[in-house]
């Protein structure tokens, strides 16, 4: 790994612990999840947390929830502030921006996490 003092984390693949054992994990947990109803899989040390420590204070510098409105509010609330969205499907409501400088920082890692759920 590069230097954390150097390195945005932007350019970087993240490392993996051994790729079959997160591999291995991803199938049981996904099973898992599946007969419990969940919608989230977590893999504890999947990814090496000195490259999450390395991208971590880039990405706090980044984040810029977003204002959005909603038509006539939700529980007479019109203007509400949501997270910040590295990627966002059409015809969401409230409609969100992709945050672009977020997305680069953050590509490399989503990239890397794509790839093992893919195998």
């Known amino acids: 790994m590069a230097d954390s003092n150097t390195n945005d984390g932007a350019e970087e693949a993240p490392e993996i612990y051994e790729a079959s054992v997160v ?31 390395n991208i971590m204070p880039a990405i706090i510098e980044n984040f810029a929830p977003q204002r959005v ?15 910040c969205y590295l990627e966002v499907m059409d015809g969401g409501i409230p409609t969100a921006d992709p945050h672009t400088p977020l997305l680069k920082i953050c590509a490399p890692l989503l990239g890397t996490i794509d790839d093992l759920f893919r195998h």
């Open 23 to 53: 591999h291995k994990q991803i199938t049981r947990g996904v099973l898992k999840s599946k007969f419990s109803a969940r919608r989230h899989l977590v893999l504890p040390q999947a990814i090496c947390p000195a490259y999450l420590k």
């Open 69 to 83: 409105r909603y038509n006539g509010g939700i529980g007479a609330v019109p203007e509400w502030k949501i997270s």
